[in-house]
C-alpha cells in the first residue's frame, strides 16, 4: 500500500505550502493537491490559528516507476 495522492483544503486562516522551491499561499476554502509524498513545508504566515484537512488515496501495488 503506498499514497497516490493527497489534497488538502483549508477550513479557517492561512496556510503557506512550500514544495519544491515553489510557494502556494492558501485562505479559506482554497485546497491544493499533491501527488505522492514528498518534502513540503507548511507555515501558518498570520496570528490566528489555520485550520484544514488532508485527504489521502492510498492504493496497493506498485507506484507508477518507482518501487515501494
Known sequence: ?????????????????TQGGLVHSLGPGDCLRFGPPADVTFRNPAVARCRYVIAVLRVSGRPAGGSV
Open 1 to 17: 500500500v503506498f499514497i497516490a495522492e493527497q489534497q488538502l483544503v483549508v477550513i479557517a486562516g492561512e496556510l503557506a505550502i
